[in-house]
């Protein structure tokens, strides 16, 4: 079975801190996202990679960067929390840049920004 | 990016069929249809997807209309681990972005 993996599922940090998101996943995906989730708003995409050191804005990029050196670990990176960046965060991945591929999500990390 | 309308929520009855409806208007030739769901406190999961025919899996079914403007989830028989939100979303032909909406929560009753 595809396991996507976040590091943590509970998170407080405190305003102003530089926040690391790690999300790792074990089939060789080529593609990998990361989603914010807030009440009423559904799922909003805050960046994607399709491939290593490669990254594309989705919705939502502001006050986020991610990095992906190795083909299996995407990091969001926030780097300068804020309370408005508190959210549930999640990571998925996708086999190939190809429509009819699923996406694999991992269980999502609850952040709070005290 | 396309866009897609479904109902806010829904309630089905144990051990009936569930139609959850799609609507994508705006939908391009070569969008994939995929549906996911969201148990609580759990990330999303695949479900079923489609292009154009109309398409069976041990989960679902997904009745696409011919002209692809909207589409159909069915479970065949509401179980309360249906209880989730069912979301819609267009898959562009690159496959590297997954747009989701606010999707429809399914509420099953006993």
């Known amino acids: 079975d595809v396991k996507v993996t976040q590091s943590s599922r509970y998170l407080v940090k405190r305003t102003g801190e530089k926040v690391f998101l790690e999300c790792v996943q074990d089939m060789d995906h080529e593609n990998m996202f990361w989603y914010r989730q807030d009440p009423g708003l559904g799922l909003r995409l805050i960046y994607f990679s399709y491939d290593v050191k490669m990254k594309e804005k989705g919705d939502i990029p502001e006050g986020y960067s991610v990095s992906r050196e190795k083909k299996e670990r995407f990091s969001l990176i926030l780097e300068s929390a804020s309370t408005n960046q508190t959210s549930m965060y999640l990571c998925?991945?996708?086999?190939?840049?190809?429509?009819?591929?699923?996406?694999?999500f991992g269980q999502g990390t609850r952040l709070t920004v005290v | 990016d396309a866009k897609t309308t479904q109902p806010n929520s829904m309630e089905s009855n144990e051990e009936e069929p569930v139609h959850l409806p799609c609507n994508h208007s705006t939908i391009s030739g070569t969008d994939y249809i995929h549906w996911y769901r969201q148990l609580p406190s759990q990330g999303p999961e695949y479900v079923i997807h489609g292009l154009t025919s109309n398409v069976n899996n041990r989960m679902a079914s997904l009745a696409i209309a011919e002209d692809r403007k909207s589409s159909t989830l069915i479970l065949h028989r509401a179980t309360l681990r249906d209880a989730a939100v069912y979301y819609c979303i267009l898959s562009e032909d690159t496959g590297n972005q997954f747009y989701f909406g606010t999707g429809t929560s399914l509420t099953v009753i006993p």
């Open positions: 998925a991945s996708s086999l190939t840049a190809s429509g009819y591929t699923e996406a694999f």
